[in-house]
C-alpha cells in the first residue's frame, strides 16, 4: 500500500472517531451528567463560603 492510501485510511479513522465522540456528548443520556460537572463549581463555592463563615464564629466565641 502507498503513503497516500495509509493516510486516506487515517482521516477516515479519525473523521469517524471524531463524530463518534460529538454523538457521545451531545447524547440525551450524558446531559444529566454534563449538567451536573457544569453546576458543581456553584456547589464548591457554597461549601467554601459555609466554611468561612463557621471559622468566623469559632473565632468570634474562643474572644
Known amino acids: 500500500m502507498e503513503y497516500i492510501t495509509w493516510r486516506s485510511i487515517y482521516t477516515v479513522i479519525v473523521f469517524v472517531l471524531f463524530i463518534g465522540i460529538g454523538l457521545w456528548?451531545?447524547?440525551?443520556?450524558r446531559k444529566k451528567d454534563f449538567d451536573?460537572?457544569?453546576?458543581?463549581?456553584?456547589?464548591?463555592?457554597e461549601l467554601d463560603n459555609s466554611k468561612q463563615n463557621n471559622t468566623k464564629q469559632e473565632s468570634k466565641n474562643n474572644e
Do not use: L, Q, R, V
Request: no cysteine.
Open 25 to 29: 456528548a451531545y447524547s440525551k443520556g
Open 36 to 45: 451536573e460537572a457544569a453546576n458543581s463549581i456553584f456547589e464548591e463555592d
